[in-house]
C-alpha cells in the first residue's frame, strides 16, 4: 500500500524561512536604510549588496524570537551609543539577547488552524491514492496535529 508523504505547497516556505524572508525585506526596507544614514563610513560596504547585508543581519536575527520593535530599539542603542560603524549582524544579536534579558526564547509560538491540518491531510490521503472519506480525513488530521505540537506548534481552530 501507498505510504502518505509529507507534502507542502508548491512554493511555500517552511517556518523558519518565512521568518527569514519576513526579516530580509524587513532588513531591506528599513533598517539597513537607516544604517547606512546613521554610519556613512560602512554605507559603501552596504550598498553594494544590500540583499546580501539583509540576509546576513536576518540569518542572525531569524528565530530567535527578535520582534522588529526589539530590532529597532537595539539599533536605536547603537545609534546612540555613536560608534563609528555599523554593528555587525551578531552584535546585534547579541543587543537584542541582551535587551530580552539574556532569554533566548521565541516570543511568538508557531500556530497552524485545524482548517489547514484537514487540507493537508487531505492531500496526502489523495497523493497516496487512499480514499478521502470524512473518517480518514480525520484520522490524517489528528496525527498531522499531534506531530505539529510535538514540535511546538499550536494547533488552533474548531473541533475535528
Known amino acids: 500500500m501507498n505510504q502518505v508523504t509529507n507534502l507542502r505547497p508548491a512554493g511555500s516556505l517552511s517556518t523558519e524561512s518565512q521568518a527569514t524572508h519576513a526579516l530580509v525585506l524587513f532588513m531591506t526596507g528599513e533598517l539597513l536604510?537607516?544604517?547606512?544614514?546613521?554610519?556613512?563610513?560602512?554605507?559603501?560596504?552596504?550598498?553594494?549588496?544590500?540583499?546580501?547585508?539583509?540576509?546576513?543581519?536576518?540569518?542572525?536575527?531569524?528565530?530567535?524570537?527578535?520582534?522588529?520593535?526589539l530590532i529597532r530599539e537595539a539599533l536605536q542603542i547603537e545609534i546612540e551609543s555613536e560608534r563609528d560603524f555599523m554593528p555587525k549582524?551578531?552584535?546585534?544579536?547579541?543587543?537584542?539577547?541582551?535587551?530580552?534579558?539574556?532569554?533566548?526564547?521565541?516570543?511568538?509560538?508557531?500556530?497552524?488552524?485545524?482548517?489547514?491540518?484537514?487540507?493537508?491531510a487531505n492531500s496526502r490521503l489523495w497523493a497516496a491514492n487512499l480514499p478521502t472519506t470524512a473518517e480518514a480525513v480525520d484520522r490524517e488530521a489528528a496525527k498531522l496535529a499531534q506531530s505539529y505540537q510535538a514540535q511546538g506548534v499550536q494547533v488552533q481552530g474548531g473541533d475535528w
Open 33 to 69: 536604510p537607516d544604517m547606512i544614514m546613521n554610519w556613512p563610513n560602512g554605507a559603501s560596504r552596504v550598498e553594494q549588496n544590500l540583499q546580501g547585508a539583509a540576509q546576513s543581519y536576518a540569518r542572525q536575527l531569524a528565530g530567535k524570537g527578535f520582534t522588529p520593535a
Open 89 to 120: 549582524p551578531i552584535e546585534l544579536a547579541n543587543r537584542c539577547k541582551a535587551l530580552m534579558g539574556g532569554s533566548a526564547k521565541p516570543t511568538v509560538k508557531p500556530v497552524i488552524s485545524t482548517a489547514a491540518v484537514k487540507l493537508m
